[in-house]
C-alpha cells in the first residue's frame, strides 16, 4: 500500500434520535435531505472536492441502507485504485467484540485500517451537517503551524456559545482552553466536531486512551482535553461559511426551508464544488395540467398535479389534484393524496397522506410534524 | 439474475434520409429525448433489465457523444470482467436506406462476438424505436418454440414510412419483411432473437450479399430457416426524423404514455450527473411539462419538455417547446413551436417562433 498523505474517518454510526421518526429504521447519515441527496452527501462530497481519495466510514447503527448506499464509493468518485470508501462496522476479534462505546473508540477500533494507509494526517468527520468545506486549506494550516491537532470552528453568536464546544484561543490561533457548554463563555469559536491530527500523534494518543479506564473515550470529552493538558500544539482553523446541524427535526426542516429561496445561503446551484449523490435513475419530474409549484425543490420522478409552496419534493414524490403541499419536506416516495393539505411537515420516505387529510400547522409556535417511513396517515389520525 | 442465455447487440449507426437540425451535432442514436434520456438508452436497459451482461453496440462514424454517453457501460450494469460492453466498428455511412437497421457486413465484420459468446441466443436490437419491454418474455418464447428467429413487432397505430412490416402467416410464421408499414400493420420494431449458431451459419453463407440488410440477404428462405414472430402489446415509439420525434415527444407529456415507458420495475437508465434538484422560484408558472434535474424556473412553461440545467427567467415563456441542456431563456423572451438544442441562450425580449405544422429548430450552439 502507498504511502498517504491525508485518510478520513468518517463517523456515521450514530443513531441520530433527535431526528425521532426519521431514524426509526436508517441511521442518520442516510436520511435524504434536500430533494435527491443523504445526509452523508455533504461530507463525502467535500472529501472529494478537497482531493481525499481515501475515507473511512464508521457505521453502526441500522446500517443497511447507509452500506448499500455508499456501496463502492464511486458516486462520489471514491472508487479509487489503494483507496477509496470503505466502510468499518464493529467487528470481533480473537478477543471477543465490542460496539463502538464513544467517537474516539470507534477510530481505536480502526487503527488497523490508518496503519494499512500509513497517512502522515488523519482528518476526523461526522456525517451529520450541511456544509461546504475545503479540508485542504484546514490541512496547509495545520502542516503550517507544525501541529499535533488542528480543530475547526466557527464564530457562533455571543449568546449561543453555551450551547457549544467553545475553543479559546491566543494570537497565533493556538488553544489555550477547551470548554463543552460553558455557562460563561469567553470565546464564541464553537467546534465544528472537523478535527486534523498528526497520525502519529493520533494513534500514541488513542492507544493511550483505550487503556484509560476512567476515559469515555470521546473525542470532545477525553482526547482534546488531555492533549491540552499535555502541553500539545492545538490550533483551530476558522471557518467563516455555512454550517448548520441537521441533527433535530427542528433544524432538519428550517435547514431544508434555507435552500429555498433566491439567494440561499447554502446554494446547492454552486458549481465550484458540486454535491454528489448516488441518486437513483428516474425521469424528469413532470407537473400536471392544472399543477403548480412556487418557491420549491423538486426533484426527479415526482408528480405534480396539486399546488405545491415553498417546499421541498424529493425524487418520487407524487402530489395528487387538489391536494396542497406548504412549507413541507416530502422524502422520497411520499404520496399526498388528492385534496389532501400538508402544512408545516416532514413526509417521511413512501410516507402516504390519504385523501382529504389534513396535517400539520401554519403556528410556527407547534411543532413540526413528521411521518415516519412507510406510515399511511389516514383521516382521523 | 445474469442472463446465461442471451447475448445482444444494437445498432446505433442508423442515418436518416433528411439531414435535420437536430442530427447535425449527433447521430441518431444519442438525440435526447423525454429530458435525461438518449435513444440508446432504451435498448442498453431493456438489455441491462434482462440481466444481459455483453452487448456490442455498433458505432456511427460520428460516435462522440455516444461514446461521452455510454462509457464503459457502467450505468447499465456493463463495466464487467466477464462480458461487458463492446463498442464495435460500424459502417461509417450508417444504414441510410429505409428499413435497414441491421447491415449483414456490420453483423460480418463483428462475427468475433458471435464466436467468442457461449450463450446459445443473440438480441438484436436498433435505437430508432423506443419500448420497454420484458427481453427475457421473448427469449423464453423464442426458446419454446424451437425457431431460428423471432421477429417482435407492434400493430401498426399509425403509417410509418421507415418502418418494416411483417407479413405474417399461420402458426405466427414470418413469411415476408416489406419496406414501410401502414396503419394496422405488423411492425416490426427492430428487435429479434436469433440462435448463434444460426447467425454464424448466415454470417457465413451470405457473406456475398454484405451490402444487405439480413432480412433481405435470407428473404428467399425464411421457411428453411424458420422465422417467427412475437407480438409486444405495449407502447413502441418511433422516432426516425425532427418531424416525428417533436410528435412524439409531445404526446409521452401524457403520463398515461409515459409511464408505459418509464416504469419502476424495470427503469430505463442513463448516464448519471449530480445536478440538483430542479428549482422554481416564487411566481413561476408551469403546467403539463416535463422538467429535468438542475432546471431554474423563474418565468413561465407550458406543455413542454426541459433537459438537464435550463434557465427560463422571469417574464421568459417557453410553451410547446423541447428545450435541450443548458439552455438560457433570458428575461421576457418567448419560444413557441421550437426545439432548442444545447447552449444556446436566447436574448431578452425576443421571440422564436414555430407554428404547429413547421416546428422551428435551433441547432446546438458552441460551449459558451
Not at chain 1, 127 to 134: K, N, P, S
Not at chain 2, 95 to 122: C, H, W
Not at chain 2, 276 to 301: D, F, L, W
Not at chain 2, 308 to 337: F, L, P, Y
Amino acid at each position: 500500500m502507498s504511502k498517504k498523505e491525508c485518510i478520513a474517518m468518517l463517523l456515521a454510526g450514530g443513531q441520530g434520535s433527535r431526528l425521532g421518526a426519521l431514524t426509526s429504521k436508517i441511521a442518520k447519515p442516510a436520511v435524504s435531505f434536500g430533494g435527491k441527496y443523504r445526509i452523508i452527501d455533504f461530507t463525502l462530497s467535500n472529501c472529494a472536492n478537497s482531493g481525499i481519495d481515501t475515507v473511512g466510514v464508521l457505521t453502526q447503527y441500522r446500517p443497511y441502507r447507509l452500506h448499500a448506499y455508499l456501496g463502492s464509493g464511486s458516486a462520489w468518485d471514491l472508487d479509487e485504485r489503494g483507496g477509496g470508501v470503505s466502510i468499518l462496522p464493529p467487528y470481533a476479534t480473537q478477543e471477543g467484540g465490542a460496539w463502538y462505546a464513544g467517537t474516539a473508540d470507534a477510530v481505536t477500533q480502526n487503527l488497523d485500517y490508518i496503519k494499512t494507509h500509513d497517512p502522515e494526517y488523519v482528518l476526523i468527520l461526522s456525517g451529520d451537517a450541511l456544509y461546504r468545506m475545503d479540508y485542504r486549506k484546514m490541512l496547509d494550516a495545520h502542516i503550517q503551524n507544525e501541529a499535533d491537532l488542528t480543530i475547526a470552528v466557527m464564530p457562533v453568536p455571543w449568546e449561543d456559545a453555551s450551547r457549544f464546544g467553545i475553543l479559546t484561543t491566543d494570537d497565533n490561533d493556538r488553544i489555550t482552553k477547551f470548554t463543552e457548554k460553558p455557562e460563561k463563555p469567553d470565546s464564541n469559536l464553537a467546534s465544528m466536531g472537523i478535527y486534523i491530527f498528526s497520525a502519529k500523534f493520533l494513534i500514541d494518543a488513542l492507544e493511550e486512551d483505550a487503556l484509560d479506564q476512567r476515559s469515555s473515550h470521546d473525542f470532545g470529552g477525553d482526547i482534546i482535553p488531555k492533549a491540552l493538558a499535555e502541553g500539545r500544539r492545538l490550533f483551530v482553523h476558522k471557518f467563516h461559511g455555512y454550517w448548520k446541524d441537521v441533527g433535530t427535526i427542528a433544524s432538519y426542516h428550517e435547514t431544508s426551508m434555507g435552500l429555498l429561496g433566491a439567494n440561499p445561503e447554502f446554494d446547492i446551484y454552486e458549481k465550484s464544488a458540486p454535491i454528489m449523490s448516488n441518486d437513483t435513475t428516474r425521469p424528469p419530474h413532470y407537473i400536471g395540467p392544472n399543477g403548480r409549484v412556487d418557491d420549491c425543490l423538486v426533484s426527479n420522478g415526482c408528480e405534480v398535479f396539486g399546488t405545491a409552496k415553498h417546499s421541498i419534493l424529493s425524487t418520487d414524490v407524487v402530489v395528487e389534484e387538489r391536494a396542497i403541499v406548504e412549507d413541507s419536506v416530502l422524502l422520497p416516495g411520499a404520496i399526498v393524496k388528492s385534496g389532501a393539505h400538508v402544512v408545516r411537515a416532514i413526509l417521511g420516505e413512501n410516507a402516504v397522506v390519504e385523501e382529504g387529510v389534513k396535517l400539520g400547522s401554519v403556528d410556527t409556535q407547534k411543532d413540526t410534524a413528521v411521518v415516519g417511513n412507510d406510515v399511511v396517515i389516514g383521516k382521523g389520525e | 439474475m445474469i442472463n446465461n442465455k442471451a447475448i445482444g447487440y444494437i445498432t446505433a449507426n442508423y442515418t436518416a434520409l433528411k439531414q435535420e437540425t437536430l442530427l447535425e451535432s449527433r447521430p441518431i442514436a444519442s438525440v435526447p429525448v423525454m429530458g435525461r434520456y438518449r435513444l440508446i438508452d432504451f435498448p442498453l436497459s431493456n438489455m441491462a433489465n434482462a440481466g444481459i451482461k455483453t452487448v456490442g453496440l455498433v458505432m456511427p462514424g460520428n460516435y462522440r457523444s455516444i461514446i461521452d454517453h455510454v462509457g464503459h457501460g457502467k450505468d447499465w450494469g456493463l463495466d464487467r470482467k466477464r462480458g461487458g460492453l463492446f463498442p464495435l466498428p460500424g459502417n461509417p455511412y450508417g444504414t441510410t436506406k429505409a428499413g435497414m437497421r441491421f447491415l449483414l457486413r456490420d453483423i460480418i465484420s463483428n462475427k468475433t462476438l458471435f464466436q467468442r459468446a457461449k450463450e446459445p441466443y443473440v438480441v438484436l436490437m436498433g435505437s430508432n424505436i423506443i419500448f420497454n419491454m420484458d427481453l427475457n418474455a421473448i427469449i423464453e418464447a423464442h426458446e419454446a418454440s424451437g425457431v431460428g428467429i423471432t421477429m417482435v413487432y407492434v400493430k401498426a397505430e399509425r403509417d410509418h414510412e421507415e418502418a418494416c412490416s411483417l407479413v405474417i402467416g399461420d402458426a405466427g410464421r414470418v413469411q415476408k419483411v416489406n419496406e414501410g408499414c401502414k396503419y394496422g400493420d405488423n411492425k416490426f420494431i427492430d428487435c429479434f432473437v436469433i440462435n448463434r449458431e444460426l447467425l454464424l451459419q448466415i454470417i457465413d453463407r451470405y457473406a456475398a450479399a454484405d451490402y444487405l440488410d439480413i432480412f433481405e440477404a435470407i428473404a428467399a428462405d425464411f421457411s428453411r430457416i424458420d422465422v417467427c414472430s412475437y407480438e409486444f402489446k405495449g407502447l413502441a415509439v418511433g422516432m426516425f426524423d425532427q418531424e416525428t420525434y417533436y410528435q412524439r415527444s409531445m404526446e409521452m407529456l401524457d403520463p398515461v404514455i409515459n409511464n408505459q415507458l418509464f416504469r419502476k420495475d424495470r427503469p430505463i437508465l442513463t448516464k448519471a450527473h449530480d445536478a440538483p434538484p430542479a428549482k422554481y422560484a416564487a411566481g413561476s408558472i408551469a403546467c403539463n411539462s416535463r422538467i429535468s434535474a438542475g432546471c431554474e424556473i423563474m418565468g413561465t412553461v407550458r406543455n413542454s419538455i426541459l433537459s438537464r440545467g435550463v434557465v427560463v427567467e422571469s417574464g421568459a415563456n417557453v410553451v410547446n417547446s423541447i428545450i435541450m441542456q443548458g439552455v438560457i431563456i433570458k428575461s421576457g423572451a418567448r419560444v413557441e413551436n421550437a426545439i432548442i438544442d444545447k447552449n444556446n441562450v436566447v436574448p431578452a425580449n425576443t421571440e422564436l417562433r414555430g407554428t404547429p405544422d413547421a416546428i422551428l429548430s435551433v441547432g446546438k450552439a458552441p460551449m459558451a
